[in-house]
């Protein structure tokens, strides 16, 4: 089937410690997108990109990495620098980023500080 | 102002009822506008896209969209207790990267 994989399900972050969250696709899409969304508010665009090795940032990119390397995998890293990262990330992609096809999530990855 | 703009809800109907859901954008650019239904817990999934003015149907769904006062809806027909979930309105402008996502509707069906 194909579709978009995020792990780990659930993510634990200790004080200053980075963790990266996976995305994988299958659809052969050119762009992908990550997202945060906290409780009860909409998605908010961290990073999204549109080709293999570019990406931009979104609203929200501080404390945030990303890498797109291959065209199937964007993960994302959440730095230490992220002072408040517990949230719900999404990741999306979508055909062709300056075309009007919508986006297709996945599961998404619940991060919690411990 | 913020770019896309949905009613602040909750919406609470009766099952059987017809739901609507509102949504405003700023930009006059946009080209492209998405409705995705959010279950508490899940990931949004997309239900409808309109592109065009006027109403495009699917099923009990049924977009509306009119660029000139820059609003577009989702109604919900025959609405059934598993129709209760958030809805996200995103709105892309042509040749864009990215979409822009409003805050969401909370629609709750009740029996």
């Known amino acids: 089937d194909g579709g978009i994989t995020q792990s780990p399900k659930y993510l634990f972050r200790k004080e200053g410690q980075n963790v990266t969250l996976s995305c994988e696709q299958n659809l052969n899409h050119d762009a992908m997108y990550w997202y945060r969304q906290d409780p009860g508010q909409g998605l908010r665009l961290i990073y999204y990109?549109?080709?293999?090795?570019?990406?931009q940032k979104g609203d929200i990119a501080e404390g945030y990495s990303v890498s797109r390397e291959k065209k199937e995998s964007f993960p994302l890293t959440v730095t230490s620098a992220q002072k408040n990262p517990t949230a719900f990330y999404l990741c999306?992609?979508?055909?062709?980023?300056?075309?009007?096809?919508?986006?297709?999530f996945g599961d998404g990855t619940r991060l919690s500080i411990l | 102002q913020k770019e896309v703009e949905q009613n602040s809800g909750p919406l609470s109907v009766p099952e059987g009822a017809i739901a609507s859901l509102n949504c405003t954008y700023s930009d006059r650019g946009s080209q492209s506008f998405f409705w995705y239904r959010q279950y508490s817990g899940k990931s949004p999934e997309l239900i409808m896209f309109?592109?065009?003015?006027g109403d495009k149907e699917d099923g009990r769904f049924t977009a509306q969209l009119n660029k000139a006062s820059q609003y577009v809806s989702l109604l919900i027909r025959d609405s059934q207790p598993s129709d209760s979930a958030t809805y996200l309105c995103?709105?892309?402008?042509?040749?864009?990267?990215?979409?822009?996502f409003g805050d969401g509707t909370t629609l709750t069906v009740k029996p």
């Open positions: 990109s549109q080709i293999v090795n570019d990406f």
């Open positions: 309109i592109y065009s003015n």
């Open positions: 995103a709105v892309k402008p042509t040749n864009a990267g990215k979409s822009t």
């Open positions: 999306a992609s979508s055909p062709l980023a300056g075309g009007n096809q919508p986006q297709h």
